[in-house]
C-alpha cells in the first residue's frame, strides 16, 4: 500500500503499480531513442525509479527504449543515460504522456541523478 497519496493522472490510477519513491515535478530536456531514433521530449516528473514526459508519437506498452535526461548544472548541462521500460501512457492535449520504469543507469548516473532530485528540493521547474 503506497502513502504517496493520490494517483498523478487518470493513467496512473488504470495501472496502479506501487510508486517507490515520490516524484519532483520538473520539466527538462528527455531524449527517447528508440529503433535507431531520437524523439525529442520533457520530462513532466521524475524520481530515483522512473520518470513521466510528454513526447508526439504513441509508444508499445512495456517496450524498452534509451533515455537521456538533460540535467541542468547551473550554466552547464548534465546528460545521464538510462535504459527504461514503458509502464503506461495516455493521449494528452496534442501529445502522449508517457511513464517509463527505469531499469539500467549508465555508470554513476543513478547516483547524479539521486543527488540532482534531492538538490531540487521544492523547486517546480529545475531551470527556475
Given at each position: 500500500?503506497s502513502d504517496q497519496?493520490?494517483?498523478?493522472?487518470?493513467?496512473q490510477?488504470?495501472y496502479?503499480?506501487h510508486?517507490?519513491?515520490v516524484r519532483?515535478?520538473?520539466?527538462?530536456?528527455v531524449?527517447?531513442?528508440?529503433?535507431?531514433?531520437a524523439?525529442?521530449?520533457?520530462?513532466?516528473?521524475?524520481?530515483?525509479s522512473?520518470?513521466?514526459?510528454?513526447?508526439?508519437?504513441p509508444?508499445e506498452?512495456?517496450?524498452?527504449?534509451?533515455?537521456?535526461l538533460y540535467?541542468?548544472?547551473?550554466?552547464?548541462?548534465?546528460?545521464?543515460k538510462v535504459?527504461?521500460?514503458?509502464?503506461?501512457?495516455e493521449?494528452h492535449e496534442d501529445?502522449?504522456r508517457v511513464?517509463?520504469?527505469?531499469e539500467?543507469?549508465?555508470?554513476?548516473?543513478?547516483?547524479?541523478?539521486r543527488?540532482w532530485?534531492?538538490?531540487?528540493?521544492?523547486?517546480?521547474?529545475?531551470n527556475?
Amino acid at each position: 500500500m503506497s502513502d504517496q497519496g493520490p494517483a498523478d493522472t487518470p493513467a496512473q490510477a488504470k495501472y496502479p503499480f506501487h510508486k517507490r519513491f515520490v516524484r519532483k515535478p520538473v520539466e527538462i530536456r528527455v531524449e527517447v531513442e528508440r529503433f535507431q531514433e531520437a524523439l525529442n521530449s520533457s520530462s513532466v516528473n521524475i524520481s530515483p525509479s522512473g520518470m513521466c514526459f510528454k513526447i508526439g508519437e504513441p509508444l508499445e506498452l512495456e517496450e524498452q527504449m534509451k533515455i537521456l535526461l538533460y540535467v541542468p548544472r547551473g550554466k552547464e548541462v548534465e546528460i545521464l543515460k538510462v535504459q527504461a521500460r514503458v509502464g503506461w501512457q495516455e493521449p494528452h492535449e496534442d501529445t502522449f504522456r508517457v511513464g517509463a520504469a527505469f531499469e539500467k543507469f549508465a555508470p554513476g548516473d543513478e547516483r547524479r541523478l539521486r543527488l540532482w532530485l534531492l538538490e531540487l528540493g521544492g523547486k517546480k521547474d529545475a531551470n527556475a
